[in-house]
């Protein structure tokens, strides 16, 4: 079953003359990375908005998870978001609450016991290089930090897919490479991710799957590709920089592959069908997963200090002489969900908690 399959997909807006994507035709297989590229209006973030149910098709067909979104139910939707984390430019963080409340909001609202919580917020804060953080406000965290809080805000509830809308555009490239190498060990987790981006950079290094919009039409669909023709995309680093910090993510990112071979990848199944049931199970699930935190204390490299948000004291430490493996939670697929995006808004927080 793909994760994510779009059939023919058009979407006009309304009031629009030219639709935002005509025809775009794309299956995404479980534990894929794939790069959505192309220039702003494009239409990348219209495919992320299809994919999350924000928007419907004009026409064609997008089904996620195994489910047609043209038949979801309005009040299943919010039980269908739990299924995929999303992630953003600008962070979206709650500015009033710690960086242990901004992960731990999310399973409050979708009704998770107070153990779960207990147990999956210090995991996720720990996958993403965070433990020791918890009671620091958003504003006193660096943007990359900030990130990382909403990336682990996105995976506590163990998402099969993980969107993310430009994540690194906020953020330099040194930052940018810390973030790239964090997805990259989430998706070897086996969680499938969907990344849009102007970083050819990242995407020519990485050399995973890559599908390009030109207006709205996909022109490209490639495995192992780079970002193709940049001359359009505005540079805001110089060339030197920007190809360091590539350099440094391709050394992370083949890093983490040869970590993570040996690393199960998670097949999925289709969603359970009984949304609420999940739920409690959900809440009462209580896994002992060693997940052992990201390793900052490790003596870092040189590739190391050059990928570091603040080279030695932030960023998990996934280059140099490490040889634990990935700290990634073990994931039961009947278990996975995501509350990432509830609380951020009204109509989620009326479908969702442990009794409706
Ligand atoms: P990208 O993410 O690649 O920058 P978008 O998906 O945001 O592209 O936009 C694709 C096209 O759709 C653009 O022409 C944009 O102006 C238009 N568009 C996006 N959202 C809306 C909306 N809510 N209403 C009308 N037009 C929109």
Not at 89 to 112: C, E, H, M, W
Not at 150 to 176: F, H, M, Q, Y
Not at 209 to 215: A, C, F, M, S, W
Request: include cysteine; charged fraction near 25%.
């Amino acid at each position: 079953m793909a994760m994510i399959r779009f059939e023919n997909v058009t979407k006009r807006y309304r009031g629009t003359r030219r639709p935002a994507l005509s025809g775009v035709d794309f299956e995404v297989d479980p534990g894929e990375f794939v790069f959505l590229v192309g220039a702003s209006g494009s239409g990348k973030s219209t495919c992320l908005r299809l994919i999350l149910r924000e928007e419907v098709p004009s026409a064609g067909r997008v089904a996620v998870l195994g489910r047609d979104l043209r038949s979801l139910a309005n009040r299943k939707v919010p039980y269908f978001r739990r299924h995929i984390g999303s992630v953003f430019q600008d962070f979206r963080l709650l500015p009033s609450k710690t960086v242990y409340q901004n992960v731990a909001f999310s399973l409050q609202v979708i009704g998770s016991s107070r153990g779960f919580i207990q147990q999956a917020v210090p995991e996720a804060l720990a996958l993403v290089g965070l433990d020791g953080k918890e009671k620091r406000m958003p504003h006193e965290l660096s943007g990359g930090e900030q990130q990382r809080v909403a990336i682990a805000r996105a995976i506590v509830n163990r998402p099969k897919i993980l969107l993310a809308d430009e994540p690194t555009g906020n953020l330099d490239p040194a930052t940018s490479v810390g973030i790239m190498q964090l997805l990259t060990r989430i998706n070897a987790g086996g969680t499938t991710v969907v990344m849009a981006t102007h970083e050819a950079g990242f995407v020519d290094q990485m050399q995973r799957r890559v599908i390009e919009l030109q207006d709205g039409e996909m022109v490209r669909d490639e495995t192992g590709g780079g970002y193709g023709d940049t001359s359009n995309i505005p540079r805001l680093a110089p060339e030197a920089v920007r190809g360091a910090a590539a350099a440094a993510a391709l050394t992370a990112v083949q890093e983490v592959h040869r970590q993570t071979t040996a690393m199960p990848v998670i097949e999925p199944e289709t969603a359970p069908a009984n949304d609420a049931g999940t739920d409690r199970q959900d809440a009462e699930r209580a896994e002992s997963p060693e997940a052992a935190p990201a390793t900052a204390s490790e003596p870092a490299s040189a590739t190391a200090a050059a990928a570091g948000d603040r080279p030695g004291a932030d960023e998990p430490a996934t280059v140099g002489p490490r040889t634990s493996q990935i700290p990634l939670p073990e994931v039961e697929v009947a278990e996975l969900g995501v509350a990432d995006r509830l609380g951020l808004s009204d109509d989620d927080d009326e479908e969702v908690g442990p009794t409706s």
